[in-house]
């Protein structure tokens, strides 16, 4: 437990400290390979690597909507209504964010416009590993869906039997996804950054993965021939405020859901009552023993942080220092409080709004910015898979109207082509008056 | 003169050619080192810079908002006014753009909401150099006064008299700028990603700059404790899309604006009429000759391009293809081509629109996506100076309504302690019941 009235500046500034991102320069050059590979031989080099990692028999890249659509037959109704429900909802949020395009006039006759317009070609890449991940389908799908872009592509890594889980094509179905490509890692990425024979380049890169995939992320995104992607990635992470009256059961599964994602998960606890802490500590460990990931989740506790304030208001501020990925408020009046709550990701309101919910299915996105990037990034939403244009137009009386002040400004910048391309034209005008 | 429907597929992509940019080691090791000296040293390495590269007597960073007041009074009236004009105008488009929270009833009793709000501190750099550039000032002042953000910090490198240009402090206090930094290049943005002694550490930087602030800028948006960063950067382009009614002398003013930035503008007209191409090219020679910067214009016109092609939809195919960040559409019933441009940062729509008027003063933002990333980035404008987040809230009923298909998908997901975050309420709620 950390006394926090009893740190110094510099001691809270490590008691909230997350842990070190290895820069491992045998990973860069590992994965600057794998790109390499990529780009000079194409689907044959993302075939090698998948079958080295993945899929040893596996010859052909696309999983057709044929196989698409009888591996999601194999999901049981219950899992098919689940993941309906929160297909649903989901949707429902990200088309709320349907932007409005604008359209202004600032002097007479100059008309300024913003219009938004769907990325033409995505890429959504989805982990393999030990548990499918359905949800992430949809948090990627469905924006994607409803910003309309034209091509959505998902790349996971194929299992031994040279398929997906029945899950995320389930998922994928339901998104519109037809373009699915069964290979992971670094060289998925590459393929969707740059393009191979099979599959076409995309515009910008979706979707979380291991740290093969996210060094893979940063190198196309520095690359003018590669891709733009999502947002910096690092370890999942909670932080849980909570008073007196939090029900200690729910925030130790609350912190302890977000302990099972990995052993580097970040679960923190600040509350102004010690007697809080003392029993969360006793729950934690009760529900620990219990859980099949049981081992990931002991090594993230581990790691956990229980922190004392004198009063909710100064938890708040311990909050807003580190700016969590998730910040789960268990506090009387928790609405209340939202005024003065600065950062993080997504705000989970009161006793009955646990992680999960948004995790799977409240309607929110749950890929957000961690590691601190909730202070710079935004939680991924309909915008991210949209691009921002502006158009302007002047008619003879704008240019009347507005000439004479570009003039002066280009003048005052030195820039004689930029007054001369209101100069001709004014000198027009002033001819057909 | 390139004669489009002649290329193979691969010349025309030649044709399209953006020249490649440098990829220097060594450049890249100098702003390394910049950085480090920063991070160590702090203001001492700042000024040490500043007086090596820009000011030579320089004792002090901040410049006070008397000195900025004072440097302001010297503008000319006449200046005063153009900018204050284009102040007006950009400051009306951003404002439109003010963006509407979200707050939906996805299930009964879940309400997710998607809330707008200001980046904290926000750090605008604007570059020194020949000529004193207070549309940038604007550009990037105005969306983050509009935005509401709590510090905007503007770093420029001082002359050797320890101040700056009367036209940038003029535009500094239009837009309530208070912290202004005399430095300039790398050091400047490693000072504002990282922060120094006098200088507290900013959460994105906005602005265009040399090729050292441009890698300092990659470099430090890389680093989790450094800063995001506006976009990717490349050299300055337009392209014309005109027919056979287009204005020689607007088209060849219009050419000749871009191609006066620098020796690496990108300059290109398309269009379905040779006899445009024919004047267009006659009227650059004319025009050329009288500029100031007739040196730098003659070197990006060196590789300026005339691309004919058979109609003007093959000419739309073409600037969709290489994705400018100017487009001008000097075409009969432009408005009516609108549907048929799929990538551009901004577009300039008919005889009156010169580029010009949205470098400063129609209310669009002059900072675009250039070197082909109009295909997947935004125009500058007021979401860049603000971060979404989200909430939910999730009542008893809430719980109810979604708690079963949450525990299905964690099941399916094979993560435990999420579906106990929610097993734990049920429970609760059961023997509330």
Redesign the interface.
């Known amino acids: 437990m950390i006394n926090w009235s009893t740190l110094s500046a510099a001691e809270q500034t490590a008691a909230l400290a997350?842990p070190a991102?290895a820069d491992s320069a045998k990973l860069r050059a590992t994965v600057a390979d794998i790109i390499t590979a990529v780009l000079e031989r194409g689907d044959e080099a993302v075939l090698d690597f998948t079958r080295r990692f993945d899929s040893p028999e596996l010859t052909t890249l696309p999983l057709s909507t044929e196989k698409r659509d009888e591996l999601a037959s194999r999901v049981t109704p219950?899992?098919q209504?689940?993941?309906q429900?929160?297909f649903?909802?989901v949707k429902?949020?990200h088309e709320?964010?349907y932007?409005q395009d604008?359209k202004?006039t600032?002097?007479p006759g100059?008309v300024?416009e913003?219009r938004f317009?769907a990325?033409?070609a995505v890429g959504l890449y989805i982990p393999g590993g030990?548990?499918?991940?359905?949800?992430t389908v949809m948090m990627l799908g469905v924006p994607a869906l409803v910003a309309g872009c034209e091509r959505k592509v998902l790349c996971t890594p194929p299992n031994s039997a040279q398929e997906i889980a029945p899950?995320i094509a389930y998922a994928a179905k339901l998104c519109g996804i037809e373009e699915i490509y069964l290979c992971g890692g670094a060289q998925a990425i590459a393929a969707m950054a740059f393009g191979t024979q099979t599959i076409t380049k995309v515009?910008?890169i979706f979707g979380p993965g291991n740290s093969f995939v996210t060094e893979a992320k940063?190198q196309v995104s520095?690359r003018?021939d590669g891709?733009?992607i999502d947002m910096?990635a690092?370890p999942s992470e909670v932080l849980v405020l909570a008073d007196n009256n939090a029900?200690a059961?729910?925030v130790a599964?609350?912190l302890?859901?977000q302990?099972?994602?990995g052993p580097d998960s970040q679960a923190i606890l600040v509350t102004n009552s010690e007697a809080l802490i003392n029993a969360v500590e006793a729950a934690v460990a009760t529900?620990l023993a219990?859980?099949?990931?049981n081992s990931i989740?002991s090594k993230a506790m581990g790691n956990a942080r229980y922190i004392l304030t004198a009063t909710v208001d100064e938890a708040i501020a311990v909050s807003n220092q580190y700016a969590p990925e998730h910040l789960i408020v268990q506090c009387d009046n928790?609405?209340d409080l939202?005024p003065k709550i600065?950062h993080?990701?997504?705000?989970?309101?009161?006793?009955?709004?646990?992680?999960?919910?948004?995790?799977?299915?409240?309607?929110?996105?749950h890929v957000l910015p961690t590691?601190?990037?909730?202070?710079?990034?935004?939680?991924l939403?309909l915008?991210d898979f949209m691009?921002?244009?502006?158009?302007?137009?002047?008619?003879?009386d704008?240019?009347r109207n507005?000439g004479?002040?570009?003039m002066?400004?280009?003048?005052?910048?030195?820039?004689?082509?930029?007054?001369?391309?209101?100069?001709?034209?004014m000198t027009?005008l002033q001819q057909n008056d």
Chains 1, 2 share one sequence.
């Open positions: 997350r991102m219950q899992v209504d689940a993941i429900t929160a649903n909802n429902q949020f709320a964010q932007p604008i202004l600032t002097t100059v300024c913003q317009t990325l033409e030990s548990a499918p991940l359905p949800s899950e515009d910008k940063q520095q003018a891709a733009a910096p690092g029900d059961d729910f599964s609350d302890l859901s302990a099972e994602h529900q219990a859980l099949s990931r989740a928790a609405r939202l600065k993080a990701g997504s705000i989970f309101l009161g006793p009955w709004s646990p992680e999960s919910a948004g995790d799977y299915a409240s309607g929110t996105n590691y601190g990037y909730a202070r710079n990034y935004s939680s939403g915008l691009r921002r244009y502006t158009i302007q137009e002047l008619s003879e704008g240019m507005l004479p002040a570009i002066q400004l280009a003048d005052a910048e030195g820039l004689d082509a930029h007054r001369n391309a209101v100069g001709y034209r027009k």
